[in-house]
């Protein structure tokens, strides 16, 4: 304690409604519990919402508990916060390496006014999580911290921001058709099964009543099983999406000493993250294989500092999957100059690339076929079986060439353009200033094929993107092009020829870019 | 055949000799400690035997094959060079790579020497950037001084150099 009196002051609480919050969602806890045991009058049976009501009132309290223990000061230098009432916390970050501050609202706190402030550095994950703020308190931070304009007066921001892209309704059809409809048809129905139990309701008796099952046989019955459940998974999808994406909009908004990427979306919890232009260095378009006939991509920008976690909505995304030609448009807005390098024309990579995918499409199935084959003679596994992967030989071939079809690079003006990938053909445009290192990777099968693998080093996004099996001679070239004044010491007598591509954007590359590293 | 190779010149220096020592000296410790454990089991756990036992007959000759010819074959690849622009470094064996950082985006220089390293006068010259673990370059088997004078060089040269905080 006589640490915190030596240095009280500005130290500051989390709203107070935050307690009223509590308060609040402690009340609706009780609602499914006061409803089983009085209206259905289940008694004890109802014994696992009687658990949900336990747990809801003791996160409640914990909840209160920590409003009570949670100051927060912002410094000249520094940002701190205390926490806490078991286990003290104390943690303090230079302001100069805040990098986003992001707000999100889940509905009560929109009923409340509350916003809960994401502030996070350059670290892996969010340093600060204020929940929650009066959502004015909550712009003055972000205000204060980024040097952004605050929002206060909507009119004034509207005519600051630039709209670059906003929900269309045909998007829909990209985000909620998916295999992943079986999964959460899968969990909406345990869920309903174990909800109606409680109230005295057997879902499997419900629903084998609802069809004459034996009179369809049993392959109607898969038929309709399955077309029932992807509907509903579907259903569950696309509530899922609206309540995620409602309201999307990307916009460039103008901050004190630039200008920022902004997404602004949901529907119940909105969430707006903040992305600094002058972080940006570039953006990446992904396809994923299976619906690559649908025309659907992902976008990403490439950026320092952003957080990024597998399986968490990145901060990267800024749009929801779209159609490739809407992905390539917001991206070229994104970028913002005429050099559009999206629509570069790409270089292919030599047929030895395709050879070397051609190896391994026969000895991935082939290597476990044989070894089946073996088992299969000692008997320890059914002689057949070694088929099933000898099988998938010509599948292997064919995505082999798929693979080798998705490979392309070009320089267009200042940017690099990498394309890549088989489960998700990715094209990745970075500008060259914010490459801080080549790799060129060699193995001895590459070097009989004269094939080598450009790691191009950033310090955003992946922090690695590679250009696999470029021809030899052109990896160096590649990077020449990007950064002439750092490769020219080093190329080889001769590849400096070589090197000035025929094509006019090889030329325009090194006259746009020697002011930048001069 | 030049052109199975990148059109890169080769870094101007080799590394130390003695180096070779150490990369021979890294396969005992580890060939023994794995083989060591095998044995160990093969002989104490009966149950394992039927496994191990194939391991027991691939294993040696191909660590004897690692043992005398790896570590030529790592001296002859490794190379280094710093020039006014960037570092560069060639490293590897079965699968060689060449990379290349500018000057302008290291962020820190390490000079490592392990245990082994010292008694060999050797050290590892680190340096890393913003692309963190999977960017940088570390230059093994320098000797111990010479690893000194590079790092105090660069650190001139990155105060001379402006970099832009990436």
Request: glycine letters at 8%; a positive charge; one cysteine or more.
């Amino acid at each position: 304690m006589s640490a915190v009196a030596l240095d009280d002051a500005g130290w500051q609480r989390l709203n107070s409604r935050v307690a009223w919050v509590d308060l609040g969602k402690m009340v609706v806890t009780f609602i499914p519990s006061v409803v089983a045991a009085v209206v259905f009058d289940q008694g004890l049976q109802a014994w696992p919402v009687f658990i949900v009501t336990g747990l809801g009132v003791v996160s409640s309290v914990l909840d209160l508990k920590r409003w009570m223990h949670t100051r927060y000061r912002v410094g000249a230098d520094r940002m701190e916060i205390r926490k806490g009432w078991l286990i003290r916390r104390y943690r303090s970050v230079p302001r100069d390496r805040i990098r986003t501050v992001d707000t999100s609202a889940k509905l009560r706190h929109r009923l409340a006014g509350l916003r809960v402030v994401h502030i996070s550095s350059g670290e892996a994950r969010t340093s600060f999580k204020l929940d929650a703020l009066e959502s004015r308190t909550a712009e003055r931070l972000r205000a204060d911290l980024l040097g952004v304009t605050p929002a206060v007066e909507t009119a004034e921001v509207k005519a600051e921001e630039t709209v670059l892209a906003r929900l269309r309704w045909s998007w829909f059809v990209y985000n909620i058709v998916s295999v992943w409809a079986f999964l959460v048809s899968g969990l909406l129905l345990l869920s309903a099964y174990l909800t109606m139990q409680t109230f005295g309701v057997d879902l499997r008796e419900v629903i084998a009543g609802a069809v004459d099952w034996r009179s369809l046989g049993l392959g109607w019955t898969i038929v309709v099983a399955t077309a029932g459940c992807f509907v509903l998974g579907t259903f569950g999808m696309a509530l899922n999406y609206l309540r995620e994406k409602a309201n999307f909009r990307l916009v460039r908004t103008r901050t004190d000493d630039g200008t920022a990427l902004l997404t602004r979306q949901g529907m119940f919890r909105i969430r707006e993250v903040y992305r600094d232009d002058r972080r940006l260095r570039g953006v990446a378009i992904s396809e994923p294989l299976l619906s690559r006939w649908l025309r659907l991509a992902e976008t990403e920008v490439v950026s320092t500092g952003l957080s990024w976690t597998p399986g968490s909505d990145a901060a990267a995304a800024i749009l929801p999957r779209t159609s490739v030609a809407e992905a390539r448009r917001v991206a070229a807005l994104v970028l913002g100059d005429e050099h559009r390098p999206l629509d570069a024309p790409l270089r292919r990579h030599p047929r030895p690339a395709l050879r070397r995918r051609l190896v391994w499409a026969g000895y991935v199935p082939g290597v476990p076929a044989a070894l089946l084959a073996w088992l299969g003679a000692t008997g320890a596994v059914p002689g057949w079986i070694w088929a099933v992967p000898a099988g998938l030989i010509p599948v292997a071939c064919l995505l082999a060439v798929v693979a080798y079809r998705s490979l392309g690079h070009a320089m267009a003006g200042p940017y690099l353009v990498m394309r890549s990938g088989l489960i998700r053909r990715t094209t990745v445009v970075l500008q060259s200033r914010g490459v801080i290192g080549w790799g060129v990777r060699q193995s001895l099968l590459q070097r009989r094929l004269g094939l080598a693998t450009l790691r191009v080093q950033t310090a955003a996004g992946n922090r690695v993107y590679e250009v696999p099996d470029i021809a030899a001679g052109e990896a160096a070239a590649f990077a020449h092009a990007a950064t002439p004044v750092i490769l020219a010491p080093i190329l080889a007598e001769g590849a400096a020829e070589a090197v000035s591509d025929p094509q006019p954007d090889g030329q325009e590359a090194h006259i746009a870019h020697d002011p930048a590293h001069g | 055949m030049s052109d199975t190779l990148p059109a890169l010149k080769p870094p101007s220096h080799r590394v130390e000799r003695r180096a070779i020592l150490l990369w021979t000296l890294y396969a005992l410790i580890w060939g023994i400690s794995v083989i060591g454990v095998l044995v160990a089991l093969y002989v104490f756990l009966p149950a394992t035997r039927p496994w191990i036992q194939p391991f027991l007959w691939i294993l040696p000759p191909i660590y004897l094959l690692y043992l005398t010819r790896v570590p030529y074959w790592r001296y002859r690849v490794h190379r280094w060079e710093i020039t006014d622009e960037a570092v560069y470094a060639l490293s590897g064996w079965i699968v060689r790579e060449w990379r290349i950082v500018p000057i302008s985006r290291i962020q820190s220089i390490d000079v490592k020497k392990g245990p082994l390293q010292s008694r060999l006068r050797l050290a590892t010259l680190k340096i890393s950037t913003a692309a963190a673990s999977e960017g940088g370059i570390s230059i093994i088997g320098l000797d111990a001084d010479v690893a000194e004078r590079c790092s105090d060089r660069l650190t001139d040269l990155t105060q001379t150099v402006p970099g832009d905080a990436t």
